[in-house]
C-alpha cells in the first residue's frame, strides 16, 4: 500500500469508524469530510476501493505493509494513529525519526513499515509497558 494512502486509511480511522463502517462508507463514496489539514479529503480511499477493491480491504480488516516510506509520512502516521509528535532528523548518515512508543504502540508500527526501515531502541532494559525512545531509521548495510 502507499504511504499516502496508509496515511489516509489511518486518518478516517482515527475519527473512530470501524473496519465495517470505513468498509461500507467507502463502497458508498460516503465518508466523513477529513478533520486534519494535513489530510485534505479521503478521496485516495474511494480511488484504491475502486481500482483494488481485495487490497483495500485487505488492508483495512488485515493490515498493511507501506511500499516505500519517507520520513515525513512515518512522522505524519506516528501524529495520527499515536497522536504522538515525533522528531525528523534529516542530516545525512543520521536519518531517522524518533519517538516515544508503548510495546504496543512500536509492536503495530514495525509490519507497516516498508523494507528498509527498523526501529531501534535508545535506551536499554524493560520499560513495564511504558512508552520508552525509539528511532525509527534506514536499515545501514
Known sequence: MSQWDAIVLESVRSLGLTDEEILHRTAQGDLPASRDEAIPSFEPLLTLQAEQPETFERAVTEGYRIKYNTLGGIN????????????????????????????????????????????????????????????????RS
Open 76 to 139: 505524519t502516521w506516528i501524529r495520527i494513529v499515536f497522536g504522538r509528535e515525533a522528531e525528523v532528523e534529516r542530516s545525512e548518515g543520521i536519518e531517522g525519526v524518533a519517538s516515544e512508543l508503548t510495546p504496543a504502540e512500536r509492536d503495530r508500527l514495525e509490519p507497516v513499515l516498508s523494507i528498509g526501515w527498523t526501529i531501534e531502541p535508545q535506551q536499554s532494559g524493560e520499560t513495564n509497558g511504558e512508552a520508552a525512545p525509539y528511532r525509527i531509521v534506514p536499515v
